[in-house]
């Protein structure tokens, strides 16, 4: 039986503790008798020593693909030990899920692929000994910008990101267009920096957002892609029942996501409400015997019913549901390449969002550089639906870290109390919390604070401190992805 204390060794808070020929078992028994940052500090560290052993496998996984390819045949490393593909002996050695040994043979592969070029890794292109007279030649220490690939591999070797994160800004970003490269190095290298505070799927949905406003073509093309795989079918099982299956395009599935988020909100999580009415609704939501996919089924059933003759009320128990979408305009009144949805920061052709204007008309929000709105000032208790929407802009969701929740489930925190400190009901003193952080926060002994219009700082009851950053895609749609300029070279 293999022991624990080699592995225990790596981990600093368990250095010591852990007997030689340990088993899971003293292990577990030694964690239980840790205070919460000593248990909190081995899971940090255990991730750290984590990271190293996921890099062994995923370059095994990389080596075996590369050795288990269709062109080897039946003598392929995999096929040779009996197994169809590189995927499944990863599966079987590793005893995890399919889709996840397809991700480590997948950054395997990506890990060990050949760059295309050289590679440099101090930022400078040595001098070579060519025909200094080639017009080609830069001159010796010039800086350059590296494959943008190479920028995610070093990275993932660094263990600055994990495996899944790795997949997720590389799949997210894609292919760049010809001679887009550097604006693709500068936006990994972003990428990569802000994967240390930053989920898997929000560090996906940036960088998808991000492709497509570095290349709003392709963004269209992929969006009409999509469009075009649009499909509903109906099928009967072996039991008699109906059964269904939808493949969204991404402005029909951000519709949905409204319609649906609109009237199960209290059961997910939304925010209080303050009308005495729609209280009362939520209440009575909240004991419904159904569950969330039995009162789905029964609101499309009811949304086929009615159509657009129905009255908002009935069908979601308050306004009428419908996208909103947030795209920015310069000084110059020029529009950007693609806007984003709201709830959800999906990416969206600058023509959807054109079609919208015609159709809804727009609410204009004047921003700073940051994304920070104007302020409104001390009218009211309570933040407007209009300043709410300014928030939201600016926030993306709830402003917690690691909390995915969306806008239109967050609550308006006005981080100088109201009451107390004179609180204005001002953009700048509010944040975006969904109602679980916001409960922590007036009930934990947590803290936030701001100076000025720069970074809003959590503090936490045991005194450390931690910024709380808005969501990726909306703030590099205040222009904070923009390439690297053009450096001359110099020729002879």
Known sequence: MKTLDAIAALIPTLAGRIGAGAGASDVQGVIEGLDDAGAVAVLREAGEVGRLV????????????????????????????????????????????????????????????????????????????????????????????????????DGLRSAVVTSAQFDAIRRGLGDPPDDAGDAWAHAAAQLLDEAGRRTVEELATAARTIRDLLDPEGAEARFLARYERRSFRTW????????????????????????????????????????????????????DPRTNDQLSYDL?????????????????????????????????????????TEDGLVSIPAAVAERRICETGTIPVTVDACGNPLDVGRESRLFTPTQRIALAIRDGGCRWTGCDRPASYCEAHHIDEWARDDGHTNIDRGILLCRFHHMQLHHGRWQITRDWKHDFVLHH????????????????????????????????
């Open 54 to 153: 996921e890099q062994v496998q995923v370059i095994c996984a990389g080596v075996i693909a590369r050795r288990s390819t269709r062109d080897a045949g039946h003598s392929g490393l995999a096929q040779a030990r009996g197994y169809r593909s590189a995927t499944s002996l990863v599966q079987e050695l590793g005893g995890m899920s399919k889709t996840e040994a397809a991700r480590q043979v997948r950054v395997g592969e990506a890990l060990l692929e050949d760059t295309g070029g050289e590679t440099i890794t101090d930022g400078t292109r040595a001098g070579n000994d060519a025909d200094p007279g080639s017009p080609d030649d830069a001159a010796p220490d010039e800086p350059v910008v590296r494959e943008w690939r190479e920028v995610l591999r």
């Open 236 to 287: 009967f099982d072996q039991d008699g029942m109906r059964r269904a299956s939808i493949a969204f395009d991404d402005e029909g599935g951000a519709y949905l996501d409204t319609i649906f988020n609109a009237a199960l909100r209290p059961r997910r999580g939304g925010p209080r409400f303050v009308d005495p009415t729609e209280k009362a609704s939520a209440a009575d939501l909240a004991t």
């Open 461 to 492: 009851p045991d005194g450390e401190q931690s910024v709380l950053h808005p969501r990726l895609p909306l703030r590099y749609a205040w222009g904070d992805i923009n390439p690297p300029p053009k450096r001359p070279h110099t020729t002879a």
């Open 300 to 340: 499309l059933l009811d949304l086929l019913r009615t159509g657009t003759l129905a009255d908002p009320t009935t069908v979601f128990g308050t306004r009428q549901a419908g996208i909103r979408l947030v795209q920015q305009v310069a000084v110059d009144g020029s529009l950007a390449p693609v806007a984003v």
